[in-house]
């Protein structure tokens, strides 16, 4: 299962990095912290993580109820390596908007990465109580029931995010991984192959993996 653990890893961070206002939350910016946020947020997308983590400690110490403040800060904890405290930044940031899917979706990625499988699916599925539409949210709780060896509930999950985004190359990988657990060797090359045709620039690990898994299949 290590291969599907690494692609949610490596897209774990496309939904990180995405403010709440562009992730269906309905937290509000208030003018003590609105001079702030943008300046941290343009820290964090340029990869100035000290910056950003300075300016959005600033947004929180301005304005203790913002939640994007807060969710802000988990983003680039969670690009630091530190774990624990953004699972306490983005708690903080729900408490403060229970509303906001992207805190959940996140939450549910820093569960996925300390191998908290049951808190992970639990996050995921808040999410999808609120943008029930989510690719890829869809994707990482089948990607989570992957890892649990549930591919009953796995593939439903997969099939209704490649529905609602055809062209999410992770759906794909999902897939493959899927077919390939359930001996369905042609459904597995497919999955693979179109994974590895509309993935270039993603994950470099699970494009290795995908690749791989290619070669035994058609091996055998």
């Known amino acids: 299962m290590q291969g599907v653990r690494a692609w949610v890893l490596g897209v774990s961070l496309v939904a990180v990095i995405c ?9 509000t910016v208030t003018p003590a912290s609105v001079g702030t946020l943008p300046t941290a947020q343009a820290a964090l ?6 910056a950003a983590e300075q300016g959005f400690r600033a947004a ?21 390596g530190k774990l624990a405290d953004a699972a306490t930044a983005y708690t903080a940031a729900l408490a403060l908007d229970p509303k906001l899917a992207a805190a959940h979706a996140n939450l549910g990625v820093v569960y996925y990465q300390q191998g908290q499988l049951a808190q992970a699916a639990a996050s995921f599925k808040a999410a999808l109580a609120i ?3 989510d690719a890829q949210t869809t994707y990482l709780l089948a990607a989570v ?8 509930e796995a593939e439903p999950l997969l099939v209704k995010a490649r529905a609602l985004d055809p062209e999410l190359p992770e759906v794909y990988y999902g897939l493959g991984v899927l077919y ?3 001996g369905q060797k042609a459904d597995a090359i497919a999955a693979f192959e179109k994974f590895l045709a509309i993935g270039p620039g993603q994950d470099p690990q ?6 791989s898994e290619l070669n035994a299949l058609k091996g055998q």
């Open 45 to 50: 997308d340029a990869g100035d993580l000290a």
């Open 131 to 133: 943008t029930p539409d």
């Open 180 to 182: 390939k657990l359930k």
């Open 60 to 80: 929180v110490a301005g304005d203790p109820k913002s939640a994007q403040a807060q969710f802000g800060l988990g983003n680039v904890l969670v690009r630091q």
């Open 145 to 152: 029931r992957i890892q649990e060896n549930n591919l009953a």
């Open 19 to 27: 403010l709440a206002a562009a992730c269906g939350g309905g937290a």
């Open 206 to 211: 699970a494009m290795d993996y995908a690749r």
